[in-house]
């Protein structure tokens, strides 16, 4: 079991930067792929971003890829988003996601492909 806490999220200007963090507990942490998926209003929710549990491995949505960067710190338990260059498009709940699951990158990208969930951090990004 895992349990994930985000945080960081907040009101900025359009241009600006923010960096979420997810705060994992439980066991086998550095085991777990970890995404950030995100759900803006009145849409469904949407993959963001994606590293593996080395480290090295990210996928990113075609939308934030050059503007957010995801990385995690095994030792701290911890996934991060830095998010640059704000849209108020990037306006949206995220969620920080875990997944003990190997498979391709089209599955990656998936809700379903994610076993455990945060309970979400609001962004908003006036303009």
């Known amino acids: 079991q895992v349990q994930l806490v985000e945080s960081g999220g907040g009101l900025v200007q359009a241009g600006g930067s923010l960096r979420l963090s997810c705060a994992a507990s439980g066991r086998s942490f550095s085991f777990y792929s970890l995404g950030w998926f995100r759900q803006r209003p009145g849409k469904d929710r949407s993959f963001v971003a994606r590293v593996s549990w080395s480290g090295f491995g990210t996928d990113y949505a075609d939308s934030v890829k050059g503007r957010f960067t995801i990385s995690r710190d095994n030792a701290k338990n911890t996934v991060y988003l830095d998010m640059n260059s704000l849209k108020p498009e990037d306006t949206a709940v995220y969620y920080c996601?875990?997944?003990?699951?190997?498979?391709?990158?089209?599955?990656?990208?998936?809700?379903?492909?994610?076993?455990?969930w945060g309970q979400g951090t609001q962004v908003t990004v006036s303009s």
């Open positions: 996601a875990a997944s003990s699951r190997s498979g391709s990158q089209a599955m990656r990208v998936t809700e379903i492909w994610y076993d455990y």
